[in-house]
Each structure stands twice: as structure tokens, then as C-alpha cells.
């Protein structure tokens, strides 16, 4: 290590669950090198001081979406996140709105719960043998370009729940099925494949509702991959009413 | 972390075995210049409550007769009023960006069903429409029309 090599202080959330009534807040004093991401100031940790803090991480290019923390606050992919934009201290912690398992470590099973309920994946109404015959000669299930276009930006989500962190709706309503669930349903429901979006409405106009969305658009202000899930929340209240709406005017809800 | 958020917030519907500790809410919450954005927007619902109870005061001194109508008409020119007045043309305006300058190109589904005008002409719109109402406001108050 050089002389003149920076130092900072880094202050990262601990918690046992096995001994620590509450978190607590440890300082680790570390020298860091030009170009680290806050991931690389964790991990030096992890290596060189202390080798019990508990963290995700994976592929360090912000495509897993694993290493999401509250870096001073802020929902953050700690991969992305350069060390050079913050000053001689730092502090880390696990994500908000999320029971903390372990330190930096959160517990995503009631996001995956949400997740499910929203039936991510292509429902089909039923296949008809002349449809099959047709879909056949064209390639199963081909899409347009533009039909492609109406969902896809919808479906770069990584689900690295940073969305969930910044929620003031999530913060206070257990039940909000949250952005990044709401968006991926909503991707399907505008997928031209896809026959599901009746079942999926009218998940979004039950407990959960999409309309407990305030409008915050804190969502999208810290989605790393421009998601935007406070588009894809509010298109979803749009067509949760129109369908809500249709069921009530058309013979068979215009099914 | 700043506080406690929900004890139940994004709790799974099986607990688990481990004890966690419970969920907070970010440090920046209160501080952070677009969450005061928020705030303030939200804010604006307590604005239109006090709206609604001077509205409903002028119902109820319209149905108890003349006399209590423009008692309360001419109460309206009190400076508290009209200062509470501009505060309510300000939220409304403030209210209208936010919606129609985010809110509506969000809605805006490729290929959806909502047409988003541009935001120049949105804003165009907005301005307009509240310089019309007070124009009117102020013609009528001042006893030129009516």
C-alpha cells in the first residue's frame, strides 16, 4: 500500500440473528484503490478485515441483481456504484423495507410470494389444433417488432428488489404487490402471446391492489436496468379499470 | 436507517426459521430533495380537505338563506381567504404539472390507449385553463359580470 493511497471509512450494518437483538452499525477504516465500486470496498472487507460480513453478490456487472444495498441511503447496485462519487465515509446497509436475515443479507421470500401471484409467465387460453397448425408454419408464438417493443423494455427487469427498497407504499402496506412483481405482470398482460391478463387484472384489483400506488416514482428513479416500473404500475391501473370496466358491459366481460 | 418501516412489510406469507430483524426505512427518506417532492405533493391533499370544508360551509349558508349567503360571500374577501385561495390555485397548478408532466407520458403504453400531448402544450393548457378561471374569478368578484 502506498502512502498516499486513499483511505476511507466504511460503516456497514451487522446483525446476528443468533445474538443481536437489533442491527448495529461497525466501522472498518480500508484503502481503496482508483476505479472500486462499492462492491470492491465490501468484498475488501470480506477478504482482508473481516471475514463473518454477510453479503450477496455475484456477477459483479449489473446483470444478477444480487447486490442491491442502501448505500447511504440510497437503494443501490453496489457492482455499479462507484466509490468516487461518495466522500471519505460510506455506509452500507441491507436494503429497506425488507427483514434483514444476516448484516447486508435481506430476506426476499415474501418478494418472491408477490412475484408469483401475478402469474409471471405466458397463460394461454387454450391451444386449438388450427391455431397450432397456424402458429406451426409461422414459428410457435412469433412476434412482430413493434409487439416485441410493447413489452420489452418491461422485461429487463433483474428483480434486484431496489424498487421495493425505495417504496414508500411498500414501506407501509404489507399487502402491495410492488413495482417490480406489478411490472412483469403487466409485461405479460401486454405481451401479444399472452391470454392471461383477465386472471391477472384481476389480481392486480384484489388485496395488493396496483391502485395503493401513490405515485411516488421512486421506483423508477432508482431502477439500474430503466425499468421504469412506475410506467409499467400505472398502464397496469389503466387496464385493471378497462377490464374491470368490460366485465361489466360485454356479455362474458368481452371475453 | 432512518425508522421503522411496516413490521410486516415484505414479510413472506410462511415464516422461516431464522429470526430476522425487522424491515426499516431508507435514512434519506425525509431528506432526499424528491421524496420532498413527493411530500409536498402529497401535501396538497390536506389543501383541497380545507377546500372542501369552505365549499361545504357556503352550501350550508346558501341553504340557511340570504342573509347567511352574503354574509359569507363577503367573509371571502377577508386577506386569510384570498391567501388560502392563491395557496389552493398553486397546489392545483403544482398538481396538474406533476400529473400531466409524468404521470401521463408513464401512462403511455407503446401502442396504449391514451394519446400523451406534448408537454409544451400540456403546460399550455394547464396555464390557460387557470388564467381563464381566475380571470373569471376576478371579473366576478369584482362585480363586472353577475
Redesign the interface.
Known sequence: MSESQKMMRVEI?R?D?DK?E??KIQQYQIPVEPGWKVLDAVNYIKDHIDPSVAYRWSCRMAVCGSCGM?V????KLTCKTALSDYGDAI?I?PL???????DLVV?I?????KFRSVKPWIVRAKERAQDMEELNSRGTYSQTP?QL??FRQFSMCINCLLC???C?V?????EFI?PAAIALGHRYN?DSRDEGSRERNAIFRGEGTVFSC?????C??VCPKNV?P??AV??AK?GAV?DWAKGLILPKGGA | MAGAAHPEAMAPRKKGSTRTAPPQTPTTWWSAPRIRTYLLFGATGGVYLLMGFLVLRLAWALGKGPQEWNAALSSLSNPLYIGFHALVLVSLIFVGLRAFGKMMPKMQPRGGPLPVLPAATVRGVIYGAWAVVTLFMVLVLSGVIF
Open positions: 450494518t446483525f440473528p443481536d437489533v442491527p442502501m447511504d441511503g440510497e437503494p455506509r446497509e429497506a423495507n425488507f427483514p434483514i436475515v444476516r430476506d421470500d415474501g418478494f418472491m410470494d413493434a417493443d410493447a421495493y427498497a425505495a414508500p411498500v414501506a407501509n402496506e404489507p410492488g401486454i401513490s405515485f411516488a416514482n421512486e423508477s428513479e421504469d412506475a410506467a400505472n398502464q389503466l378497462i
